[in-house]
């Protein structure tokens, strides 16, 4: 059986007259328009049975738009939350799943204390974005489906930039002494979701096989979280308080969809910040699903690379599967 899956960043997702966190923040009517008629063009272009979308604030009016395309059963876990002070000011954003096969069920996906506790973590824990746990009935198969939103990157100096060469235990040499310093809270907290998301993944592979995530992670390419959300010896990670030494020999349980398809163009950014491309939205799939196809739409992003509030300032990524 194959489909195609995306994940699409909607870059502020707000219907008037609602803003976003501060309220000069908003579009008028006509640019809602242009930006839902862009979003709609985008969709028929990736030509996806299933997509997770990220930056939803106006749930409701993503589920019309995503219907009038022939996405009949949407869902979300989280609303976004409103300023006490003007009800008509988002303060948060939350992720959404749109699909062309029945939603049978939904859940999001809870918080470890376990990870709270081995990190020394004392402080009350949340993700940034609930993510999306879906089972998603197609003929006779079921495909568990997460969405994620990682906590944003900051883009400090100690967001650190590894290389493929890069061992499990040199980024977590970097990583720990910034941590503890508190100069890195926000990979923190993206390290704590991922290892929260990676383990109900792997819970979750002790009943299905066809899983996979969709998401943007707001963090580098061979960053410790793709670590965490792929290489299962990175449970063994047990402290965060000190440096010492693991023995990790890769033992893979979600894959990069890119690096699963067999004919490839090279990987190209999917966000920019001050022109510098990243690689942040991700497909990963479980072991027995083959992908067939990766596909990348940033035509928006050619002449400005920063994107426009009229469309994204990401790019769309789908990945064609075969399960089975």
């Known amino acids: 059986m194959n489909i195609k899956i ?37 969709l028929i272009l990736m030509d996806c049975d299933i997509v997770g979308f990220q930056e939803v604030f106006s749930t409701q009016a993503l589920k019309e738009l995503v219907q009038s395309l022939g996405y009949q059963y949407f869902t979300y876990v989280d609303k976004a939350k409103v300023s006490q002070e003007n009800k008509n000011i988002f303060i948060s954003t939350t992720v959404a799943l749109a ?17 709270l506790e081995r990190f020394e973590h004392k402080d009350a824990f949340e993700f940034a974005r609930i993510p ?67 383990s109900d993944i792997l819970k979750t592979q002790k009943k299905y096989k066809n899983i996979c995530v969709l998401g943007d992670l707001n963090d580098r390419q061979n960053s410790l979280c793709i670590d965490i959300l792929t290489n299962k010896k990175c449970q063994s990670i ?14 893979t349980f979600m894959y990069d969809s890119y690096n699963k398809t067999k004919r ?6 999917t966000s920019y910040y001050k022109t510098v491309g990243n690689i942040l939205d991700y497909i990963f799939v479980s072991k027995d699903i ?27 990524i789908v990945a064609q599967l075969s399960i089975k």
């Open 99 to 115: 699909s062309k096969y029945p939603i049978i069920e939904t859940k999001s996906v809870n918080i470890d204390n376990n990870f």
């Open 264 to 269: 490839k163009e090279k990987r190209r950014p």
């Open 132 to 198: 999306i746990k879906a089972t998603i009935k197609i003929d006779n198969y079921e495909l568990i489906t997460y969405v994620i939103h990682l906590k944003s990157n900051r883009l400090n100096e100690y967001e650190y930039k590894f290389n493929d060469k890069n061992t499990i235990n040199e980024k977590l040499k970097k990583i720990i002494p910034s941590i503890n310093r508190g100069n890195s809270p926000a990979l923190k907290q993206r390290l704590i979701e991922s290892f929260n998301i990676a």
């Open 238 to 251: 047990t402290f965060l308080k000190e440096y010492e030494t693991i023995s990790f020999e890769k033992v």
């Open 290 to 316: 083959d992908v067939l196809k990766f596909e990348h739409f940033d035509l928006h992003l050619k002449d400005n690379k920063d994107g426009s509030i009229l469309q994204s300032d990401h790019a769309q």
């Open 6 to 42: 995306g994940t699409f960043n909607l870059f502020q997702f707000v219907k008037p007259p609602y803003s976003w966190y501060i309220k000069k923040d908003k579009f008028d009517d006509i640019q809602w328009e242009k930006k839902s008629s862009w979003i709609k063009d985008q």
